[in-house]
């Protein structure tokens, strides 16, 4: 009997050491040390002006009033965590740039625009430097989800910059909606200078990033034409969960051309859901700057277990209208 009990309390010990295990395991922590250098910007992209630009426009002491101000009304914050918000307020920025209209998707990184604007002098100074007028916050009160727009914001954020765990936190599901079906069949009708004018700003810091869009735009729409000569249902290699994941946008602009509107049917056996609450049972170095084996590593440090498999629905719950400038 003796030697029963001390089998039994031995195992519940046991199995007490492997659950707080793995609650720390699961255990996130923010860390501002690895956010990705350069806006987690894609090699390739020729941002280097807008990025330089915006660093100009952004002098530390006006970024540190913000932060002293944002930490001390939200004490529930870490400095860390307000490193990331900003980090990513810093690429809407960029988008907003080149976009002629850029709803606000994240609650979390709007809370930080609303805070710089509370400093009225230096957030006027800041638009004037980086856009050369001043940039607008105006709420968005539709009620609805915008799935176009969110699409579009979809597709440019992801021929731009690295997608980071955080990123997934921050702006919730990507890829979810399809694009504008009409949009994407007019462009081969339309000239480059018509294209540009009727979906992007266009100035002469952001020519070679608005060039460069334009093109990639165009050249994916002639692969999904190529694909579906070959393929009439599409063949897709499912991307890593973290870091350079424009692949998705091929897989997303042929199914909103193709299947418009049966996207999430074929979409979801390639797109990640759901990464915004948490079920992507990664490692406990939160929002590192994943490597392209991320879903399918399992050696430690950045890399993701093989629990970094999708797990899809058929509803997206942050995907709403929020804030548009």
């Not at 979906?199 to 952001?206: C, G, R, T």
């Amino acid at each position: 009997m003796g030697i029963f009990l001390t089998i039994v309390v031995g195992a519940g010990i046991l199995m007490a050491i492997a659950f707080f295990s793995t609650d720390k395991r699961k255990k996130k922590t923010l860390l501002k040390e690895n956010i990705p250098e350069d806006f987690g910007l894609l090699e390739g992209v020729p941002a280097e002006k807008l990025l330089r630009k915006m660093e100009a426009a952004l002098p530390y002491e006006y970024v540190n009033q913000v932060k002293i101000r944002y930490l001390s009304d939200h004490p529930e914050i870490t400095e860390d965590e307000f490193e990331w918000r900003l980090f990513e307020l810093k690429r809407y920025f960029i988008l907003n740039s080149v976009m002629h209209n850029t709803p606000m998707f994240s609650s979390k990184v709007d809370e930080i625009w609303h805070e710089m604007l509370m400093f009225t002098k230096q957030y006027e100074s800041f638009s004037e430097k980086y856009l050369g007028k001043m940039l607008h916050h105006t709420p968005n009160l539709e009620p609805e989800p915008a799935p176009q727009q969110r699409a579009f914001f979809d597709w440019v954020f992801s021929q731009l910059f690295e997608i980071t765990e955080y990123t997934w936190q921050a702006w919730g599901d990507f890829f979810h909606y399809p694009l504008d079906a009409e949009m994407l069949k007019t462009i081969n009708s339309l000239s480059d200078e018509q294209l540009k004018q009727r979906y992007f700003k266009v100035n002469p810091e952001n020519q070679e990033l608005v060039d460069y869009l334009v093109s990639q735009l165009r050249t994916q729409i002639e692969e999904v034409h190529k694909i579906f000569t070959s393929d009439k249902k599409g063949n897709f290699e499912k991307p890593a969960l973290y870091g350079d994941m424009s692949g998705l946008s091929l897989m997303m602009v042929f199914y909103s051309y193709f299947y418009f509107e049966e996207y999430w049917d074929h979409a979801e056996e390639y797109a990640y859901m759901n990464q915004s609450h948490g079920t992507s049972g990664c490692s406990a170095v939160f929002c590192g700057s994943g490597g392209v084996h991320d879903s399918h590593d399992n050696g430690g440090g950045n890399n993701c277990s093989s629990s970094c498999s999708s797990s899809c629905s058929s509803s997206c719950s942050s995907c709403g209208g929020g804030c548009s400038s």
